[in-house]
C-alpha cells in the first residue's frame, strides 16, 4: 500500500479546513462539536498550523488522491515539562479506510519526528481504540506505555530515527 504524507501549505488551509468538516461530523458522534451560524463545525485551532512552528498539518495522499489529514503539535507534559510530539488530529475518509492507509500514513508520521510521542484516543471512539493499540503496538514491537485517563486512552513512546519504509 502506497500512502504519502504531504504538508499542507499555507494556501491548502481550505482543503484542510473542508476535510476537518467532515472529521468533526465524524467527531461529534463522541462529544459535542460546535457549529457556527453557517452551520459548519467550528475548528479554532485551524489557522494556528501555519503560524506556529510547534504545529505541523499533513495531507494524507493515496494514488495522488488526497484521503485524509493529520494534525501534529509539538507539547509539553504539564507535569514533567518533557516535550513530545502529539498527534492532534488524524482523519481517513471512510472509503479508504480498513485498507492499510491509516497504518501506513501513521507510521510515516511517527518516522517523519524521531523522540517522544503521544497519542490520545477518546474512550467514546471505541473504533479507533483497536486501530491506534494495533498500529502502535506493530510500529514499536510493543513498546509503548498506554494509561487511562476519564476520557481517554493515552499511547505514549519513543520514535526511534528509521525509515518509514
Given at each position: 500500500m502506497t500512502v504519502n504524507i504531504r504538508h499542507a501549505q499555507a494556501a491548502e488551509q481550505d482543503v484542510v479546513a473542508n476535510l476537518l468538516q467532515c472529521y468533526l461530523h465524524d467527531f461529534s458522534e463522541f462529544t459535542p462539536v460546535p457549529m457556527d451560524s453557517r452551520g459548519r463545525f467550528s475548528y479554532p485551532y485551524l489557522g494556528h498550523y501555519w503560524?506556529?512552528?510547534?504545529?505541523?498539518?499533513?495531507?494524507?495522499?493515496?494514488?495522488?488522491?488526497?484521503v485524509g489529514l493529520a494534525l501534529l503539535r509539538q507539547d509539553k507534559e504539564p507535569a514533567t515539562g518533557k516535550q513530545h510530539m502529539d498527534m492532534a488530529e488524524f482523519f481517513i475518509l471512510r472509503a479508504h479506510r480498513?485498507?492499510?492507509i491509516g497504518r501506513g500514513a501513521a507510521r510515516a508520521l511517527f518516522c517523519l519526528f524521531p523522540g517522544p510521542w503521544q497519542v490520545r484516543v477518546?474512550?467514546?471512539?471505541q473504533a479507533a481504540y483497536p486501530f491506534w493499540q494495533a498500529c502502535i503496538g506493530d510500529h514499536?514491537?510493543?513498546?509503548?506505555?498506554?494509561?487511562?485517563?476519564?476520557r481517554a486512552r493515552v499511547f505514549n513512546f519513543d520514535q526511534v530515527n528509521q525509515s518509514s519504509t
Open positions: 503560524h506556529d512552528p510547534q504545529r505541523f498539518p499533513f495531507f494524507v495522499e493515496h494514488k495522488n488522491q488526497i480498513r485498507c492499510g477518546m474512550r467514546a471512539n514499536t514491537g510493543g513498546h509503548y506505555v498506554e494509561t487511562t485517563e476519564p
